[in-house]
């Protein structure tokens, strides 16, 4: 449908020059909305104008503008995700159309049929007839040949008619099929090309900001398992295969710049040369997301966390399932020295961990971090494990995956009541993740419960055309009298 048409896609695409203008643009849903209005009803009208040739001039040197426009924005030598028609190297159909319309310009009013010319032939006429050279001597095939051009020129009327009668239909201001035809359920796939379009229109604020040490950063923080391919899809092996085929550089890059549209600033992503790549190319952009490195420290080696610190981290922490493991097998010093490294490096330094054991060792021990992240949900969904079975994810580590008394792979928070009851205590600030549950648990219920049970930011996976509804999920529950028992430390 029209009106569920943006540039948003087309303008965050651009990689060439004016690319930062054309972002800002698109970060601005006000000033986007704008954009969007002037591009579509100046499409409209300069197509109008030059199919009934009024303003054939005027028009075509606004046309041309637009489209320069379109080829600065994405020319077809610089690569791009962006469905287009005659992509040659240096030559697309925005140069082709407007040479035709440069031609429209060249030409004398004259050479073709068109209303300017049937308004050059009525005003000629009045002009005449108001001030006659001589009434005996005006010819009379002078006004057989200006009838014969008023007919050519009024007979491009009824093909402007069939136009608009097929646009109108088109875009269903006349619909026989809407009035005939009730109940439809069925979709058609123009409408689902534009159903997965996101549209800005509909954020609602954007995602508010706390602060650990000196870095700001969003209360939402998107995960980085969806972007590197990782999928807990359970029996459904193919889900990680489609993933990363589905998460190209460019529409990651594409998902950073919807992120920086909602407020939020912060993104959590693996470290490794795939990460590392992409992270590259969005800054060179002019991105301005903040990575927050998940690293993966060996018991006495930090290069992978050094790797973090020389690719632009903001900050860094010890994967949970590593952390686990060193708490589960003992090795606190291991833990306390990645830790430190990072401090050392500068960055604000933190640890993960499924099993509450891990932030409590840490406090319990002296190990010393800016922020803790723990896995944090109910058990209200259908799928949960059975509460008899359950035990903390570190007695899982040595279990294998077929034994499906022990563990399951959405149940990510055994006893929610033991995590908020650590955390009222502790004052170090608090990411909260797996959140969902892994896609168990609605956006609505899961972030709320972390935040009122004292989580200081959520880490959530989404997929670009969830980005939107997540952040005006978070903004609603922040800005509505949130009700929580621990202060907040961010």
């Not at 601005?28 to 009934?52: E, K, Q, Y």
Request: charged content about 20%; overall charge negative.
């Amino acid at each position: 449908m029209l009106e569920n048409w943006s540039s948003y896609s087309y303008l965050m695409e651009s990689k060439w020059l004016f690319s930062g203008f054309f972002h800002w643009i698109a970060a601005r849903p006000d000033v986007l909305a704008v954009v969007d209005l002037l591009n579509i009803w100046g499409l409209i009208l300069i197509g109008l104008f030059l199919f009934i040739g009024l303003f054939t001039r005027l028009s075509s040197i606004v046309g041309i503008a637009m489209l320069l426009l379109y080829y600065i924005a994405n020319p077809p030598f610089i690569e791009t995700s962006m469905p287009t028609q005659g992509h040659y190297y240096i030559i697309n159909l925005n140069i082709i159309e407007s040479g035709i319309l440069l031609i429209f310009i060249i030409l004398k009013g004259d050479a073709f049929w068109s209303m300017d010319q049937l308004i050059r032939i009525l005003f000629k006429q009045r002009k005449e007839n108001l001030f006659p050279k001589n009434e005996n001597t005006e010819p009379q095939e002078a006004n057989r040949q200006q009838r014969r051009e008023l007919i050519k020129n009024l007979a491009s009327i009824p093909v402007l008619g069939l136009a608009f009668f097929g646009f109108a239909k088109k875009y269903r201001w006349f619909s026989f099929e809407e009035k005939t035809i009730s109940g439809v359920d069925a979709i058609s796939s123009a409408t689902m090309m534009s159903a997965n379009q996101v549209d800005l229109r509909e954020l609602t604020g954007k995602v508010p900001h706390g602060q650990i040490k000196n870095v700001k950063i969003s209360r939402i923080i998107p995960g980085g398992n969806l972007v590197a391919g990782f999928a807990h899809a359970r029996d459904l092996v193919y889900v990680s295969r489609l993933i990363k085929n589905y998460f190209t550089d460019e529409k990651v890059i594409e998902t950073l710049w919807i992120y920086e549209a909602c407020g939020i600033n912060t993104t959590i992503m693996r470290t490794d040369e795939n990460t590392i790549r992409i992270l590259d190319k969005y800054w060179k952009r002019g991105g301005k997301i903040q990575w927050l490195a998940q690293t993966y420290p060996t018991d006495d080696d930090c290069t992978n966390i050094q790797l973090a610190v020389d690719n632009g981290a903001i900050g860094a922490f010890v994967m949970g399932g590593i952390a686990d493991r060193m708490v589960f097998e003992g090795k606190l010093d291991n833990l306390a020295k990645s830790i430190d490294f990072i401090r050392e490096k500068g960055l604000i330094a933190g640890t993960a961990g499924h099993a509450i054991q891990v932030p409590m060792a840490c406090v319990n021990n002296g190990i010393e971090t800016d922020f803790f992240m723990k896995t944090f949900h109910h058990d209200q969904y259908w799928s949960a494990h059975p509460e008899e079975n359950r035990q903390e994810f570190m007695h899982n580590l040595h279990n294998s995956p077929l034994e499906r008394d022990q563990y399951h792979d959405n149940m990510w928070c055994p006893s929610a009541d033991a995590v908020a009851e650590f955390f009222r205590s502790c004052k170090t600030p608090w990411i909260a993740y797996k959140v969902l549950a892994a896609g168990s648990i609605p956006p609505e219920d899961g972030f709320k419960f972390a935040f009122e049970h004292g989580a200081d930011f959520i880490c959530a996976g989404m997929f670009d055309f969830q980005i939107i509804q997540n952040a005006n999920i978070t903004y609603d529950i922040l800005s509505n009298g949130l009700k929580r028992d621990r202060n907040w430390y961010a």
